[in-house]
């Protein structure tokens, strides 16, 4: 049994909620920080707090959060799973970091990208390589920088000179958003070819797998396209930080602004519905349903 | 010095404390700081023990919101709850330490996101971890002992890498008491005799910060934050509570020395050296300063790393002028509080400081230190501090400012560029002093003993500053901002100023005399990018706007920047080993770093 319904979608906003559109949305524990991102698991949900507080775990019949960060880990913007326990990188501004337990129960972090640039530690995104967990993508302020080895080397890609804020792995291809230079697409993370924009143009905060299209998260709103180019802006204007698509339902979208609320959508957006109660929404995952 | 003077000294202050307490308790009691007073002064009865119950209560009511809610605080509740808890357990009625409990054990605690609140948490998390070491766990989910391991680590790793490179959120007369009032209840309270040992050394550099530029109750000279709309008051922040407390030096006043946030120190054992509280009140003679602190955090928007911050300040008998080589990596680097230099004489509020600013404002400006997306965080941070964006604005840093300065002469320029959004600079001047305006140079008697004179590189206007009402009270002038404000319009401005005791002149009028005939010569501005003055006392000062500062020919090695120096101060930088001597009395600090290993990086806004 999953610590949360498998139907439900799971936000991340001031604290994690659960729930579906239509209905009322929980809060998982007390916690009311600036929740930016979120791994879903079986048997544990993970959520990264902006403003210095740090790295956080849920585990089943749980009455609080569990401290995963320590003194080093602090303002975490990215996390992704690598396995194991606590099986996880942390992406902060300060750079990437992993973390092991200590004898005494508490999670120690050793950071992987110190000795980069200034532009290039600062994390927003991680995407780790679906058939190799020893590679990772990193969204940085200075482009995508690439390791093979667990962070122990690093190498730039094409993309530098932008801030890249979102990187996911669909239809067989690694996908960046770009602040300035908007959609990007790649067989092997390193080499990118640029895929257009709306006409709208702005940052993209959030990329997403629907059906045979990306949706994107962008300055003004959600957008939907694929790697021809064509990019159609539609719904609500707002700088759109997040964007999820359902498992079962191509056309079954929820966004989530920074600040502009929840909103979703059931008709690959046509109509918009904005679910009341939330104003930052920085982080969606979706059901789990196959 | 002999047990005698330190004894003294102690003395002196414990008559202070006795002026603080009595005084503060006689005027309200309102928050968990400020309950130190009245749990040293008051008896136990229960109508005392009923107010201290109220006030836990009231401190800490807030909860999270909804079903499950639980007490919610942050820094600025944790560190005086571990403080309450660790000191006066045996004194404080049960409910309240229940409540007190309640919210370390079960609350929802926010770090925060700078040095000091950082400090803050730690020193309290350590505090409540030892005092309920028997607890499963703590508010967190990890047991004391993680809890007081993690807080011991980040303690020590940030005062070793105070000792090395200098304090990170350095000389701030707002914060510079949250960092030092956590030092001192640690000091009393902490088991670990190594964490003891390192904490009291750091404090004797903390009380060394203050010494060195203090000024009859001013914090002279530049400051890594000194906002919210401060910098021009006589007294800003709360330092003023622990000048008085550790050097007098000015009439007990029960509305600026008694700031909440100095009273867990002022009801504490700790006494500094007696030593530094002569070096603060020495004025007998005119000395420089020199210090280094660390480099800014500055974690994107920018190409490089910011360098160290070198400090200069130079302590006359009747002024203070200091200003600082920030070390800011260029354009987008632009820290909001940030205070690059000022003079400083005896007078009252907005009556003695002159400084000015480019009131840098990209968009850039915030993201460069805060993780918001840098799309929104100009209207995010602008909603809770609009003043952070407001044209007038005299604080914060600007990447076009450089500085030089020798002695009681400071050259300040700006090359902005032209498409800014504020391509001028702000020039603040008292309104109090009769301005004599001759051939370019502004120039001001202070009636305390020191003549200026300004020379405005631009045309400028004259206009006024008033902002009506204060976020804070004041002593003698009710508004937040009061005087001149000279628009310097052009986005390659500057300003010369020197300020020379009045006694080495026949008068005034001799003073402007033989200012306005000695004309700077600013030809090769901003072409050349180097300005050049001629100080009344025969040097002569050379400025390249980006490259090399000259003095009598000599460039200014900033590089070769102790940790401190001054008169009777030996502290170089890198070491982690300090001298302060005065007379016979010496205090020797060495915080036996081991060079071999790293520091623990800051990652945290300082």
């Known amino acids: 049994m999953e610590i949360i319904p498998s139907n439900h979608w799971i936000i991340g906003s001031n604290g994690v909620y659960h729930g579906t559109p239509r209905n009322s949305w929980t809060r998982v524990g007390a916690q009311e920080y600036g929740i930016s991102s979120l791994i879903r698991e079986p048997n544990r949900l993970l959520a990264g707090a902006s403003w210095g507080s740090g790295l956080w775990e849920w585990t089943e019949n749980s009455d609080r959060w569990k401290q995963l960060h320590d003194e080093t880990l602090t303002e975490v913007i990215a996390i992704a799973s690598i396995g194991g326990n606590p099986g996880l990188i942390a992406g902060s501004p300060y750079g990437v970091a992993t973390g092991s337990y200590d004898e005494i129960g508490a999670v120690r972090w050793t950071h992987h990208s110190d000795t980069l640039q200034v532009n290039e530690r600062f994390t927003n995104a991680i995407l780790v390589h679906p058939r190799d967990t020893s590679t990772w993508l990193i969204g940085t302020e200075s482009g995508v920088i690439v390791t093979t080895n667990s962070g122990s080397t690093w190498k730039q890609t094409t993309i530098t000179d ?91 979208w929820l966004s989530g602004g920074a600040p502009g609320g929840l909103w979703y959508t059931q008709d690959g957006g046509e109509y918009w519905y904005q679910i009341e109660g939330f104003v930052n929404v920085h982080s969606i995952l979706a059901p789990r349903e196959a | 010095m002999s047990n005698i003077i330190q004894e003294t000294y102690n003395g ?10 009595r005084s503060r308790v006689a005027t ?110 703590m508010w967190n989910d990890l047991s004391p002992e ?21 304090h990170h959120e350095y000389d ?22 190594n964490l003891r040992k390192q904490v009291e050394q750091v404090l004797a550099l903390y009380v060394a910060d ?79 300063v020199k210090k280094t602190k660390a480099p800014r955090t500055i974690y994107r928007r920018v190409k490089t790393e910011a360098k160290p911050v070198r400090k200069y300040t130079y302590m006359s008998p ?46 850039e400006r915030f993201s460069a230190f805060l993780v918001g997306y840098p799309q929104q965080i100009g209207r995010q941070i602008g909603s809770d501090k609009p003043y952070l964006q407001w044209p007038d604005r005299l604080f914060g840093a600007s990447p076009y400012e450089r500085i030089m300065q020798h002695k009681g002469t400071i050259i300040v320029l700006y090359k902005i560029p032209p498409d800014d959004e504020t391509p001028y600079i702000n020039l603040f001047l008292p309104r109090n002093i009769a301005w004599v305006e001759r051939s370019g140079w502004i120039m001001g008697d202070t009636g305390t003993g020191a003549y200026m004179a300004l020379f405005p590189i631009g045309p400028y206007e004259w206009t006024e500053i008033r902002e009506a009402g204060s976020a804070r009270f004041l002593a003698s002038n009710p508004n937040q ?33 033989s200012r306005s005939a000695l004309q700077p010569d600013v030809e090769s501005w901003p072409e050349q990018n180097m300005v050049s003055v001629d100080t009344l006392e025969g040097s002569r000062m050379e400025m390249s706007y980006d490259s090399v500062h000259k003095v009598d020919g000599e460039p200014i090695a900033y590089d070769d920047y102790p940790l401190y120096g001054a008169p009777g101060v030996d502290a170089p930088l890198g070491t982690g080993k300090m001298k302060f001597c005065r007379g016979t009395h010496e205090i020797n600090l060495d915080f036996c770093v081991d060079n071999s290993q790293p520091l623990l990086p800051i990652r945290v806004i300082g």
């Not at chain 1, 180019?229 to 359902?246: D, E, F, I, Q, T």
């Not at chain 2, 990596?329 to 004489?345: F, Q």
């Not at chain 2, 310097?488 to 010369?496: A, M, P, R, T």
């Open chain 2, 210 to 288: 203050m010494a060195l530029e203090y000024y009859y109750g001013a914090w002279a000279g530049a400051h890594c934050r000194e906002g919210y709309r401060e910098n021009t008051w006589k007294r800003s922040g709360s330092i003023s509570g622990l000048q008085y407390l550790y050097f007098g030096d000015e009439p007990f006043n029960s509305i600026y020395h008694t700031h909440p946030f100095c009273i867990p120190a002022v009801t504490a054992k700790y006494r500094p050296p007696a030593l530094f509280a002569e070096m603060a009140l020495d004025r007998t003679r005119p000395y420089i």
């Open chain 2, 28 to 137: 309200n009691i309102g928050g968990l700081w400020d309950l130190n007073a009245l749990l040293k002064f008051e008896e136990n009865n229960t109508q005392i023990d009923a107010q201290i119950v109220q006030i836990v209560k009231k401190s800490l009511s807030d909860q999270t919101d909804g079903w499950g809610g639980r007490p919610a605080g942050g820094p600025f509740h944790v560190f005086p709850c571990g403080a309450l808890i660790a000191r006066w357990s045996d004194r404080l009625p049960e409910e309240a330490i229940m409540i007190i409990k309640n919210f370390m054990i079960d609350g929802v605690l926010e770090r925060g996101n700078t040095e000091n609140h950082w400090l803050m948490f730690y020193v309290g998390s350590l505090l409540a971890a030892q005092y309920w070491s028997g607890e499963d766990r």
């Open chain 2, 12 to 21: 002196e202050v414990d008559t202070r404390v006795e002026k603080i307490i």
């Open chain 2, 481 to 513: 901002i009061d005087g001149w404000l000279l628009r310097i319009n052009d986005i390659y401005s500057g300003l010369i100023l020197e300020t020379q005791e009045s006694e080495g002149h026949e008068s005034f009028e001799t003073f402007c005399t």
């Open chain 2, 146 to 166: 993680a809890v007081k391991r993690e807080a011991t680590r980040w303690i020590l790793g940030m005062i070793e890498r105070t000792a090395v490179n200098g």
């Open chain 1, 162 to 252: 932008t801030p890249v804020r979102a990187l996911i792995y669909g239809q067989n291809l690694f996908w960046a958003g770009t602040d300035n230079k908007g959609i990007w697409c790649s067989e092997d993370g390193i080499h990118w070819l640029s895929v257009g924009h709306t006409v709208d143009g702005g940052a993209i905060f959030g990329l997403s797998e629907a059906g045979n299209s990306i949706l994107a998260g962008t300055e003004h709103g959600v957008a939907i396209g694929d790697s021809s180019g064509k990019w159609n802006r539609m719904g609500p204007r707002y700088l759109c930080a997040s964007v999820a698509c359902h498992p079962r339902s191509s056309l079954s």
């Open chain 2, 172 to 193: 701030s007369p707002q914060y510079h008491t949250e960092h030092l009032v956590p030092m001192i209840i640690l000091l009393e309270h902490a088991v670990d005799s």
């Open chain 2, 318 to 363: 009747s002024f203070a002028l200091g200003s600082s080589q920030t070390g800011l990596p260029g354009p987008g680097s632009g820290p909001i509080d940030l205070i690059s230099w000022d003079l400083t004489w005896q007078g009252e509020n907005q009556e003695a400081k002159i400084s000015c600013n480019h009131p840098y404002r990209s968009p």
